[in-house]
């Protein structure tokens, strides 16, 4: 059960709306289930000669009496709307039972709770199945504001109990850190205009992939406008510094033909100026040379990154774990920019779905992930997918994202651990996906028996007491293949095993050969590094084709063809 508190000044308007046809003539039979006074309360639903401005001016009562008292000026806001909406598969509840919600809710948000002869004036109107309309003026009758701070929580809070007692089904308590829901007038508009997600929805998740990728606030606006996007911005009166902005989607404009525009904020907490200027680095960081030597280098890191983001999320850290959760979040939309195969899908699912895992109540220390963070802007420019070591990097983050479900439940974050747990899903489909056919490849191209036979000793000196399980693994054939590429590229294969094997514990792996491959396909080429210093130290130009990356990422990378917008 969802309830949407808001606030206006319009009594008569939002009354015509409840009472009306809506805008896609989906009102139907709407009528006043429960009021301050069920007798007093003219229902233009019921009663043909009751009429809106006979039941405005019931509402307004008190508000035009505190008018006068306050020479002709109308208290602000003095309009108290609160959609209430069962949850999708819910049952129908009756009339009667729409009436108990209305008043448990008024009650406890402070609207008019019970026995309070001088409450708020309310009613509620019911003109679907699933949901009623609560609506009441705030203003009391001895001339006082009602007590309404945190009504929204209030009111989630009192829906958690109204759903076990009513065995409805059980949403998620929130902590205010959820983006804002697009409101039906939005939804609307996208459906008229053939769009697949709203302007709101569209625009937040742009400026999530491109804020993970930029390096400075220059470069965030820059690659926003070169998507179409239109940028707002605005400036400190004394200063003429930025301190705040506004985005306006493609063709997305209101009534008068004028853009509609978003704040930053309003899009989502994180997405604020100051929030993004929390994690995007410095300028000094900004103005390196954006250049990889070696292509595979962006890849290797972000999985070494990811491994250290699992180790702080089982600290007892919790501002330096909350930054490292919003650097994957971050991470996450770069690995899918970054990434061609036809897993890419369900990459930018996982990224869009952990959106609401990288926020919480803690506050973040986004300094503590200053090495997630920068690995990961490296993705977003590179533009070769080195094979097993891009999957290598995937099998690393469904492990950070079931850990962070487990972080989240563990902290009582109901929405950030079912999002996390929605984000792994995704990511597992993913790996599936890609690493099917490479295991199998690696399979196909296993070494010669002697070669398998003394990587098997390898294991049984290196991790005794995992060996029998990692020999029985159905990929234990691909890790030989693996183990015999490690070898020609300059690593020892026991000494190799001892270290991947101990970063952490295999007693949970369902496949610990599994878990070894990918752990030894992100190892370096030693050989390559070697070369690559003694080309340096005799002046050797040694650069890849990736040595002159554009300035700014792909725009491409953002358009996830599920959010795609007309231009």
Known sequence: ????????????????YLFGPGRRDEHTDPHIVAAWDMAGAPDPGRNPTATYSQLAKRLDH???LRTRELGGKKPPQHVWHCPVRTAPGDRYLTDTEWAEVARRIVHATGIAPDGDEKACRWIAVRHADDHIHIMATTVRADGRRPRTHHDGQRAQAECRKIEAEFGLRRLKSGDLTAPRTPTGAERAKAERQGQTVTARHWLREQAYAVAAAVHNEADYFTVLQSLGIKVKTRLGPETGD???????APNDTNAAGEPVWYGGSKLAPDLSINRLRERLPGQEMADHPRHVADPAAPWRHTTTAIHTARTVLDSDDDAAAQGHLAAFGDALYNIAGATTGPHRAELQAAAMAFNRARRSATRADHQAATALRKAAK???????????????LLFATLHLARAAAKWHEQRGHEQQAAAAEDAFRHLQAGYQQAA???????THRAPRATTARRFEQDVRAALPNHADRILADPTWTALTTSLAHAETAGHNPRRLLAEVGTQRELDSAEHPAEVLNWRITAQPNLRAQAACQRSTVYGTSFVSAMANPPATPVADHFQPQSLRRGR
């Open 242 to 248: 930025v301190i705040g902005y506004s985005l306006a």
């Open 1 to 16: 059960m969802v309830p949407d508190v808001s606030t206006g000044s319009n009594t008569r308007g939002l009354i015509v």
């Open 436 to 442: 099917t056919p490479v295991l199998a490849d690696l």
């Open 62 to 64: 008190h508000v035009d």
């Open 378 to 392: 490296e993705l977003a420019y590179t533009s070769n997918e080195p094979g097993g070591l891009a999957i290598a």
